[in-house]
Structures are given as C-alpha cells and as structure tokens.
C-alpha cells in the first residue's frame, strides 16, 4: 500500500463546505421541526455499536458493515442505520415507555463500498419510527409524514409508491410451490426493475397458462385506488388478501390527510430490506433516478431486542435531497466589515456587538493598518460601480461601516 | 470473550433520550449562531480519516485512536478532534481561499479509553479555527468568542485562563539546561496541578538559589494583568519575554471586548496537546472540575497539510455543558391529543394540520375505539383535579381536544 497523500480523504468520505453545510442544516432543521410538530421526539444513538446485537440486527449486508475491534477485542460496527440501534433503546432506557413510541432521528450512517464512482461511505438519513402500533392507521401516518417531511425539505415534485411485502409473497407461495429458485429469480427481477427479464424467466418455467397470465398480470399493478381491487381478484391467496385489504385501508386514511396526489400503488415493489414484514415504501423526487426516501413495516425487530412489538417508519435520504434542492440563505445574509485601529479597537468593538446581539448580521472585525485600509478604501470604491458588495480578502461584505479609530473621519460608507 | 447482550452497548457509548437532545440541540444552535454572527462558517467532514495524514497529524496520542482497515487495508481512524481535518481541507478544497479563514464546527469526536467510569469515547465539540492571522488580536478574539459562546450555551460562571507555552518553554531552556528529564517531570506535575509534588522535586534538584526562587515564583504567576509585569520580571529569556508580551497585548484586546473579568492569566498551565505554539486557554464553569472549552495557537499543524499558515481555535466540551445546564423547553411546549373514529378522521387530521401550521404545537392524532375513548376522558377528568395535564399512555398532552367522530357532543376540554 502506497499512503494516502496529505490532503487526501477516505474513498466515499466527503467535506462540507459552508454553502453545503448552510443548506443540510436547514433540511435537517425543518424536516426534524416538521416530525417534531407531529408528536416525535427526537433521539440520539452512539455511532459505534456491538456487531453481535445491533450489527446482526440491521438490514444491512454483512460486507457493507464497517467493523473494527474495541480494545477487550470486542467487534464493533459503526451503525449502518438508526433503525436498530432505536430498537436497541426502545428495548432498554426505554422499556417503561408506553406504546405508541414516536421517535425522530437526524444522523449520519455508514456503508462500506466498492469503489463506485459517487457512492458515499457515510451519508445522513433523517427519519422517524412508530412502535407499538399495527394499525393501517400508523402505516398511513408515516406515509403523510414522509410526505410533509418532503415538503418541508424544499422538494417539490414526487412521488410515494407503496407496496407490500405479502402480497407477492402469498402470490408466488399460491402459484410457484417447489419453484423456490424460480421465485428467487423472480423477485431479483422486480427488485431489479427488470421488466423484460421477469417476463422471460416466466415464460421459460412453462406454467399453467391461468398461472402464467396471473403472474405476468402483476407488472400491471401499480398505479392508484383502484390497483387495490384489481389486486384483489387477482389472487385468492390469504395472505395475499389480507395484504391488499391492509393497502385499501391505508388508502382511505391517505385520502383523509388529503395527500393521495403524490401517492401510488406498486404492487411490483420489493422493499431492499429483509427485514421488512408488510406495507413499505419508497419516494421519488421527479429528477432523480433513486429514491428519496424509503420505509415500511418491520414487525419482528423488535422481538431481536426482548420487547416484541410491531413497528413502522420511514427515513428521507438527506444527503441526496442536498443535491436536489437550491437554498436562497445567503440571499438574506447581511455581512458587515468593521475596520479599526488600536486607538478605535473599543468602540468598533461595541459596534460589532450591538449589530450581533440586534440583528441576524455576521461582524467580522479587522485590525487595519494603513496598507490594510487602503485595500479596503479601494475595495469599497469598486463595489460602488459593480454589485454594492464589498470583495475584501476573497469574502463578501455587503456593508463595510466607516473605519474606527481615525480622527479624519475617513472610511467608506456601503 | 462473552456475546453482549441484546440491549447492550459499547463501553463509552452514550443514547440521548428526547430530553437530553433537546438540550443539546438548544446549546448547538444558540452556540453556532454566536460563532456565525462573529463571521465563522460551519464545515463538516466525513467521520473516518486516513491514519497517515489525519490520524498521524492529530493532538490525540496514538493508542486513544479508534482504527479500522478499509476494503484495500488501510488504515483509517475516527477522526479524534476536528482541528486537523479542518487543516487538511484549508490545504486542499480550500487552498484557494484567501486568509484568514474563520471556520466553526460542531461534531461528535472520538477517543479510545480505558474502562473508567464516565468517560466517553464519543463526545460532541463545537469550536472555532482562525486560519492564518499570528496577531495577538486572532488569539484575543477566540478568546473573546469562548466567552460569547459559553454565554450562549447557557453556562453562567465561568473563568477562562490563559498561558502561553513559550514562556515556561523560555524559562526551562534557561535555568534547567542538562536537566531534560526533570524538566519532563516538572512540567508533568503542572500539567496535573500538582504544586506539591512540582516544588519537591524542585527542591530535590539542588539547584543555584536564585533559579531555585525563579522556578518556585512561576506557581505564584497566576491572576490579573499584574501577572505579566511579575513574568517579565522573573525572565530574561529573549522566548520568555515575547511570550509575555504577545499576552499583554491580547489582555489590552480583551480589555477592549469588555471581557476581563472572565479572564484570568495562568502562566503554570500547560496545554494537554503537543501542538500548541503559543498562547492557550482553557475554560472553567464554576461548579465542574474540568474544563468546558480549551484553544490555542498551534502554528505548526497547516504546514503538515502543505500550506504553512499560522492558526489559533478553541472547542466548547459541548457534551459536559450539557450536564451543567438546565433548559426550559419542554415548559413551553404546548402537547395536543385529537382523538378521532373513522368517521372524524378528515376532520381531526385537518385541524392537526391547521394547528400544526399556525403554531409550534405538538399534534398527536390517535384513533380511539370506544374503550380508548373512555380511557381519554379518564385521563382527561383525572387532570382536572390535578395539573391541567393529560396523562394518555405515558405521555403528557396539555389539551385534549373534543372528539372528532361522535355525534353525541362527547370528549373533554382542556
């Protein structure tokens, strides 16, 4: 191994300069205002978990797990989601706390990668989880969370489709028995989006053609309410049943919070995570190619953990909503440059505190000597020609107040 | 090595119930916004580092690093303070910016420890870099923005001592030439306050009286601005002097931000970190036994990065300030229950909406069967006697509103 040179970071790993931060910052504190106004308290985990509890848990790959070793030669793992660790707490610190427990989190999670062009190593997720409630009516309230909580992150166009994991899995448990490789190809198709290779790998398991007809007839089960009747004489299967009657009550509710324009059935989806156990979700925004946010039911997490309880939720993906949406905060930013010298020092700096403690404005005050000054004098002068702002040492000022210190009253004015 | 337990976490690893999130929310918004409006931008950088550059450039020492190997088998650290990945993005996305750079930050941080009780091994910090200004003035600021910062995060009393590593460096190198080890010794008792042990081996030494005064006289040199006129006296190493003046300057500095009496000069401090160069400081609130924020020059560091430039910063221990103060937060809260039946429930989410727009309230919605319902006003007609607060399920709401879905007029007020 070559080392790494001085100014380089991790593969996967990323700075944020101010822009960036400025604009994550405020996703992170209107989606979580958002979930707060909606009853969800938020909580905090440590970033380094045991492997053998929440490590296992998580839906996470075994090989994207960063993983290292405490010094009693304990693995650890750094978490690749909150959903566990949450479970974890849900479990311990809070197992007095009644049910429903409704809980927000904005953190940053891990995933080791191959080293694909843009993927990240470590990347923010902002979600919450609803535990101790089985009802459609909690799927529902997570799915109009999803849905306010994009909103209030400044996306504008998407879309929420909803499946559920029963569905096929009572389809294909009805009309594929003993085909158990077949159906594992099958599911890798949908999950692929694979239209055309589902078809082909259909066909070529030569089934009755009433199956045939019934399976190619879910790649035409996604669009709105009335997928879910269409669903229903699709297939006879309980499961199956119970799983389309679960969507059309959650879909009632939907209508109740009046959001079903930006919602949709995709009886198609298959949720990533394995350990999702009924509805799931995903959102996306109208410019991009993946999701935004992704969610569902997860009923048999928490029994891992010692409190069986069935639980739903969801997480938006922060760090691409980040390269989604614009910001205007540095439209409204107004900075200001106090100059000084020593004999002006206490009163530029009694200035720079009365702006800082009555306004939003950002004081940056600097000692100016003569030199210093007439960089400053200059830089004022061409600002009066161009934008009214202020270029001094590479930072923008919008306002540059008359120089402290000085008895020829010099200085320049805006 | 026995599993952990389900509900087990790391050692050192802390969870942050609600309560305590929103305090440390409270302090890392308050606190942020005081470094913004003194002209500082927040960066991020990614959790994990390459050891050879970050890892090796950081003040921590090596067997508190947390490593790990990434897929090609280098090593990686969790970063350990942000100091030095701030340095290596000034030398490499930022090396175009012009200086000085003021940059803030708030993170989580990371120390390996040993199994001792409290400590952590994943803490937060909130600080501030002043890049590339050697000024007594740039150490005067920090200096000056440590105290608003305390102030904003809600600690009341506070004392910020002041040293400088250039003058018991100066005086050593003049009075204890051949003594290398005792010279470590020395400085190792100041470093654990230990005057006791400091004047004994002092004593053991058998120095020249004079020298034996000199080096007794620097316990004394701790207080007001008297201490520098007292230090000048005491040396006449050329390392020593300049240490003391760029010290007075800085006091007549603070004197002009108006913050003298939270300051005090410690010349016996030595800064825990190997890198500092000059003037450092730590901060102590009245009723804890550690420090709350420590700084300092380290003009050194930038240069390991390829852009040589000198540098002074601080960082608030942000996870002890949140032990040390209270907040009021949740007695503003304004917590409200709608329950609701199928046939209100249109009716109760668009009053939920309606008052979750118009207002900070908090809006939980919950179906209620009818044994739920006469749980509510239990629990309703219960606060009436009481505090005004409904308990529903654990949790406390100050209004219930009336029942969405009854035709009956039923439900409780207040």
């Not at 100014?7 to 209107?30: C, M, S, T």
């Not at 890798?188 to 989006?193: I, Y």
């Not at 939907?254 to 930006?262: D, S």
């Not at 010692?306 to 905060?329: M, Q």
Request: charged share 25%.
């Amino acid at each position: 191994m070559s080392k790494p040179k001085v100014f380089e970071k991790p593969i996967g790993a990323k700075d944020y300069l101010p822009h960036a931060v400025g604009k994550l910052r405020q996703i992170e504190n209107e989606v979580l205002a958002c979930m707060r106004s909606w009853g969800y308290e938020q909580i905090m985990t440590p970033t380094m978990e045991y492997y053998d509890t929440v490590g296992v848990a998580s839906a996470t790959s075994d090989r994207k797990l960063f993983k290292l070793l405490n010094n009693r030669g304990t693995t650890l793992v750094l978490r690749s989601d909150m959903t566990a660790p949450i479970a974890r707490v849900v479990s311990s610190l809070l197992k007095e706390a009644q049910f429903p427990l409704r809980l927000s989190y904005h953190s940053n999670v891990f995933r080791s990668i191959e080293e694909e062009a843009g993927r990240e190593a470590e990347f923010f997720q902002t979600g919450v989880e609803l535990v101790g409630d089985a009802s459609p009516e909690a799927d529902a309230e997570v799915v109009a969370l999803a849905i306010a909580s994009l909103q209030a992150a400044g996306v504008e166009r998407f879309k929420i489709a909803i499946g559920h994991v029963g569905f096929l899995n009572g389809l294909f448990e009805e009309t594929l028995e003993g085909y158990g490789e077949a159906e594992e190809e099958l599911k890798a198709c949908l999950l692929g989006r694979d239209y055309v290779g589902y078809r082909e790998r259909l066909r070529a398991l030569s089934l009755a053609e009433p199956i045939q007809r019934e399976l190619e007839g879910i790649l035409r089960l996604r669009g709105g309410q009335e997928i879910c009747d269409q669903a229903l004489q699709l297939s006879a299967n309980a499961t199956a049943q119970a799983s389309i009657r679960h969507l059309c009550e959650m879909w009632d509710v939907l209508r109740a919070y009046g959001v079903c324009e930006h919602v949709m059935i995709d009886l198609t989806m298959i949720g990533d995570f394995g350990y999702y156990t009924g509805m799931t979700f995903e959102g996306y925004a109208a410019d991009l190619g993946f999701p935004v946010a992704n969610g569902g039911r997860y009923d048999n997490l928490l029994k891992q953990f010692g409190r069986p309880a069935p639980a739903t939720g969801f997480s938006l993906k922060t760090t691409r909503i980040l390269e989604l949406i614009g910001d205007d905060s540095s439209l409204t930013e107004q900075r200001i440059l106090i100059g000084y010298n020593a004999a002006g020092r206490e009163a530029a700096f009694d200035e720079a505190l009365r702006l800082r403690d009555s306004s939003d404005a950002i004081v940056v005050t600097e000692k100016m000597d003569a030199a210093a000054r007439l960089d400053a004098l200059a830089a004022a002068a061409l600002a009066l020609d161009t934008d009214g702002k202020v270029l001094y040492k590479g930072v923008s000022f919008g306002t540059f107040l008359p120089f402290f210190g000085e008895h020829d009253g010099g200085g320049a004015g805006q």
